[in-house]
């Protein structure tokens, strides 16, 4: 059935327009002036309101096993969450164990995500190096549409992946047109200030943001992007959280090389204090890694984000419940790092964002979608509103007051780290593949209507332009 989005206005990264959004098939189909609605189309008026590209959350962890326990958001109602937040599509992260083939631990998260209501994608994680490894990154690529390979940097003793990995995937990414993509903190030095920790005596949380001090990850950002220049390679940085990580991408880019940044929503809004709240479950409710850091980080990323050094936002959501966070009681670096996110990205960041002036509407859409659709290859497809795009669509009411809170979210976790916030500026409509999927609180959702999204290899320029069109070249579209 057609979808018209009546008198709203379209905001895209590079243009603001009144216009009518007609959608059909799963597609955009005419964007324009004073459309008429085909016969039995449903008609939603967006007086008053925005209608951008749906977000698409490129950092997510559904159900992620980790740290002896399982996030507690799965991929069904961590994409329902995400819908009624405006996310329309999450790229996830598919962790071999070491030794584990690639090619099995992406069988069994392309199983997981089946259950998913919005499109979803996979960054893949290189945890360990072989030859088989060198050959399961070509058959991602070619085979299956996997563009983007993850390194973390920290987790020593789990899923670290030390120099030699890193040099040898970041060349096999080079061969393939792939990007490369880090979690950059030094896993070395976080083990070494752990054990010193907990050799005081000192196992609270309150020491977890003292085992990984922003210098530990200034200097493992600065480490892979010195790799990635001596071997030519992009490099993205997932979850930048302070100056001396930002700074390091900002000095490669003032030089020419491509790096890309991305900033949490959680990162940009909270500070260290946290840690300090004499209620043990409050404080481990906010052990992530990288931490939340002391108050100055929060301006120098949010200038960051004004001013392009920082090109994406994401949530890093990654849910674990009190008791699973308890596993920790006696042993800060035993509390299952992670925090959620995923259903709040966008209205904090329009509410920090577009209603103080830091950003404007077109930045907004920049950061929270189109950015991260250029970036990993699938715009216009995803992250902007025009003729032959997906119709993942979000209806923004700029007057929409809401508090957000653990009571009241859809994400399946008993904390939220932006507890009480009052926002303003939501939400009334998300629309995915055509369909509106929430409405005014309530959401219409469809178990595993969400598709796995392929991303083209970077090999030959403007392959997602090229695709866009051959995929609506006039004879391609089928038109009723
Ligand atoms: O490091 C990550 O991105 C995963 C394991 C989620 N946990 C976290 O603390 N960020
Ligand atoms: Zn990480
Ligand atoms: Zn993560």
């Given at each position: 059935m057609a979808l018209l989005i009546k008198n709203g206005t379209v905001i895209n990264a590079d243009q603001t327009l009144k216009a009518d959004v007609l959608c059909d098939n799963g597609k955009i189909v005419a964007v324009g002036p004073d459309l008429d609605a085909p016969a039995n189309a449903e008609v939603v008026d967006a007086a008053g309101q925005y209608v951008m590209p749906g977000g698409i959350d490129p950092?997510?962890?559904?159900?992620?096993?980790?740290?002896?326990?399982?996030?507690s958001e799965d991929f069904y109602t961590g994409t329902?969450?995400?819908?009624?937040?405006?996310?329309?599509?999450?790229?996830?992260?598919?962790?071999p164990s070491p030794q584990q083939p690639l090619m099995e631990a992406y069988a069994t998260w392309r199983e997981w995500a089946s259950r998913a209501v919005s499109d979803y994608s996979f960054h893949?994680?290189?945890?360990?190096?072989?030859?088989s490894v060198h050959e399961d990154m070509g058959r991602l690529v070619k085979e299956e549409g996997v563009n983007s390979f993850k390194h973390f940097m920290a987790y020593k003793n789990a899923i670290m992946a030390e120099d030699e990995t890193l040099v040898n995937s970041f060349n096999r990414c080079l061969e393939l047109g792939a990007?490369?993509?880090?979690?950059?903190?030094?896993?070395?030095l976080v083990y070494h200030l752990q054990q010193k920790l907990i050799a005081q005596g000192l196992t609270g949380p309150e020491s977890h943001p003292q085992s990984r001090p922003s210098e530990v990850e200034g200097e493992a950002a600065n480490r892979a992007i010195r790799i990635a220049q001596a071997l030519g390679v992009p490099l993205y940085l997932v979850h930048v959280s302070c100056k001396e990580a930002l700074n390091e991408i900002a000095r490669a880019r003032q030089e020419g090389q491509r790096v890309y940044g991305e900033v949490l929503a959680?990162?940009?809004?909270?500070?260290?204090?946290?840690?300090?709240?004499?209620?043990?479950?409050?404080?481990a409710a906010?052990?992530?890694?990288?931490?939340?850091?002391?108050?100055?980080h929060q301006a120098a990323l949010w200038k960051g984000l004004q001013g392009g050094t920082l090109q994406t936002t994401a949530t890093d959501h990654c849910c674990f419940c009190a008791e699973q966070k308890a596993m920790g009681k006696d042993n800060f670096s035993m509390i299952p790092n992670g925090t959620a996110g995923v259903e709040d990205r966008l209205m904090i960041?329009?509410?920090?964002?577009?209603?103080t002036g830091r950003l404007t509407m077109n930045e907004f859409v920049a950061v929270t979608s189109a950015n991260t659709a250029q970036i990993f290859n699938i715009y216009p497809q995803k992250g902007r509103i025009v003729e032959g795009a997906d119709a993942d669509i979000v209806i923004w009411d700029p007057?929409?007051?809401?508090?957000?809170?653990?009571?009241?979210?859809?994400?399946n976790v008993d904390f939220n780290i932006f507890e009480g916030r009052t926002v303003k500026g939501a939400p009334s409509h998300t629309i995915s593949h055509g369909k509106v999927v929430y409405a005014n609180g309530e959401l219409f959702v469809e178990e595993g209507a969400g598709r796995y999204i392929k991303r083209p290899s970077f090999s030959s320029p403007f392959t997602a332009q090229k695709r866009f069109n051959e995929v609506n070249a006039p004879s391609a579209v089928n038109r009723d």
């Open positions: 950092h997510t962890h559904m159900q992620l096993p980790f740290m002896g326990t399982v996030a329902r969450a995400g819908l009624a937040g405006g996310t329309t599509m999450i790229i996830d992260f598919v962790i893949v994680a290189v945890t360990w190096w072989d030859d990007m490369p993509t880090v979690h950059a903190e030094n896993g070395e959680g990162h940009l809004e909270i500070d260290d204090s946290v840690y300090q709240n004499e209620d043990w479950g409050f404080a906010h052990v992530m890694s990288p931490p939340f850091r002391p108050k100055e960041l329009w509410d920090s964002g577009v209603n007057t929409l007051e809401k508090t957000i809170s653990a009571k009241t979210h859809h994400q």
